[in-house]
């Protein structure tokens, strides 16, 4: 199973740009699809952005499509999420996580801890 340990989170105005980073150990990281999801307060987890294990296709939510963008390179085992245009809606715990479907909207089963993001306004 991977390991993933994500970073980059923190507080920003709306309008601001953060890239967060999630860094992967363990089994071989370029056989793995990788995604970021987010929970805000009371809510559910939900699916923001994946990338297959190429990079070549990826898959966003609609709500970030235009503003996020998710990347990778599996020569350091690690996955970016670049988020600009933040706004307050965004604030939330990002998680990253990984999978061994093709498919960039996953399924996946293996999690990072979290990273904190708060938007305000």
């Known amino acids: 199973q991977v390991q993933l340990v994500e970073s980059g989170g923190g507080l920003v105005q709306a309008g601001d740009s953060l890239r967060l980073s999630c860094a992967a150990s363990?089994?071989?990281?370029?056989?793995?699809?990788m995604g970021w999801f987010r929970q805000a307060p009371g809510k559910e987890r939900d699916f923001v952005a994946g990338i297959s294990w190429t990079g070549r296709n990826t898959y966003y939510a609609h709500s970030v499509k235009g503003r996020f963008t998710i990347s990778r390179d599996n020569a350091k085992n690690t996955v970016y999420l670049q988020m600009n245009s933040l706004k307050p809606e965004d604030t939330a715990i990002y998680y990253c996580a990984a999978g061994v479907s093709p498919d960039p909207a996953g399924p996946f089963d293996s999690w990072g801890q979290g990273t904190q993001v708060t938007v305000s306004s």
């Open positions: 363990g089994r071989t990281f370029s056989g793995y699809t």
